[in-house]
């Protein structure tokens, strides 16, 4: 079983940059691949960008790419998402996942869940 807590969220004006942290206790953090979702009001929660094991393999929406970065520093048990070139559009709660079997994209593979940060981008 693995906690995750989300942290780094805030208010950022457009063109700014954001990390987001997601801690995770428990044990055996570096046997789960860790996805970042976002989700704004009204809406369904999206796919973000998503880290594998080792971190030799990554995966990114479209609306993120070159924008955003994942990767994990297994010996301190946290995922980071770091954010470039916000926009108003980025504006959601972010939530990050982990499961045991692989990075995928849909919300759908994911079984731990932290609790989200609010991410908010002022134009």
């Known amino acids: 079983q693995v906690q995750l807590v989300e942290s780094g969220g805030g208010l950022v004006q457009a063109g700014g940059s954001l990390r987001l942290s997601c801690a995770a206790s428990?044990?055996?953090?570096?046997?789960?691949?860790v996805g970042w979702f976002r989700q704004a009001p009204g809406k369904e929660r999206d796919f973000v960008a998503a880290?594998?094991?080792?971190?030799?393999?990554?995966n990114y929406a479209d609306s993120v790419k070159g924008r955003f970065t994942i990767s994990r520093d297994n010996a301190r048990s946290t995922v980071y998402l770091q954010m470039n070139t916000l926009k108003p559009e980025d504006t959601a709660v972010y939530y990050c996942?982990?499961?045991?079997w692989g990075a995928g994209s849909s919300s759908g593979d994911y079984n731990h869940w932290g609790q989200g940060t609010q991410v908010t981008v002022s134009s």
């Open positions: 996942a982990a499961n045991q």
């Open positions: 428990g044990r055996a953090f570096r046997t789960y691949a």
């Open positions: 880290i594998n094991l080792s971190s030799s393999s990554t």
